[in-house]
């Protein structure tokens, strides 16, 4: 298995403001400026979307990153 394998999204229970959050094909950034917080701005990275699709896990690992995806959104309102 790859070491990208189930990374397609950024890890979202770690965000940090100013800084870039890295998955494998989307990338996620927030800025703020004191108290106020910046629209969210999501980058894809099409050249790894490729990458990924042409992968012969590609269903398995994009099943894995939306239910990653979905418990840090669940935890996220806890």
């Known amino acids: 298995m790859k070491a990208c394998f189930g990374k397609i999204y950024p890890d ?3 965000i940090e403001f ?3 959050i890295k ?3 989307f ?3 927030i800025g703020s400026q004191g108290m106020m917080h910046q629209f969210p701005q999501l980058e894809p990275d099409l050249a790894e ?3 990924c699709q042409r992968c012969e896990s590609y269903r398995s690992c994009f099943d894995l990153s939306n239910a990653k995806l979905a ?3 669940a935890v996220a309102r806890i």
């Open 71 to 73: 418990i840090q959104q």
């Open 23 to 25: 998955g494998k094909v």
């Open 49 to 51: 979307w490729e990458d």
């Open 18 to 20: 100013n800084k870039e």
């Open 12 to 14: 979202l229970s770690r």
């Open 27 to 29: 990338n996620l950034r």
